[in-house]
């Protein structure tokens, strides 16, 4: 296990192989975000985390911001039936993998222009490309690139990819979490998470 993730692969059939997105990404979000689990034995595509608001569904754990940002819910959280993907409620969207797998091509362009313009001059790696990180009870410089910071993005939002950046700029690594303000912590955490996770792994396709 490295940094929580799975060493297992799950047996995977691939629904939209011709995805911009590459197989590598969509598999290691799959693995981060949906293998099964008790409270989701299922996993996968029909995987379910119920743990805040109207829940993270399907293989790549989509919340009701990214259904929002892709037309599929109102700023009340409704679903919106004749939505461009054609599916009619949240459980339907878990059990169509091919839509889950057209709606993770579609938001993550949007995760990455989000990042762009967050802040006077977007988010951008820091200028030595590597932030030192405690990854497994080590230090070790964790590679940031902008594929990265993407799958930071898809967990925590461009915003606070912003001020993880900004705060270790300020401050240096982290490596005593009891300095950080209580409110960051878990966001920090799981941005760090993402950022080491994927440091070696290319989202878009050509």
Known sequence: VRGGLAAKHTEWVDP???SGITQQARQRFHEIESMPTKASPEGGYAAI???????AHGRYQLTDKAFMELGMVDGDGNWIEDNRYGVKSRAEFRENPLVQEQALEDILPIYANNLRNE??????????????????GEK???RVTSDSMIA???RRGAHNVRHYIEYVAENGPITDWGLVP????QIF???EERLWNFEDIVIFGE
Request: proline fraction near 10%; avoid cysteine; charged fraction near 20%.
């Open 16 to 18: 939209h192989p011709n």
């Open 49 to 55: 985390n119920m743990a805040e608001g109207n829940g």
């Open 119 to 136: 802040g006077p001059d977007g988010v951008k790696p820091p200028e030595s490309g590597q932030i030192m990180m405690v990854v497994d």
């Open 140 to 142: 070790k410089a964790v």
């Open 152 to 154: 930071a993005a898809h």
């Open 182 to 185: 209580g409110k960051f912590v």
């Open 189 to 191: 955490q799981e941005i």
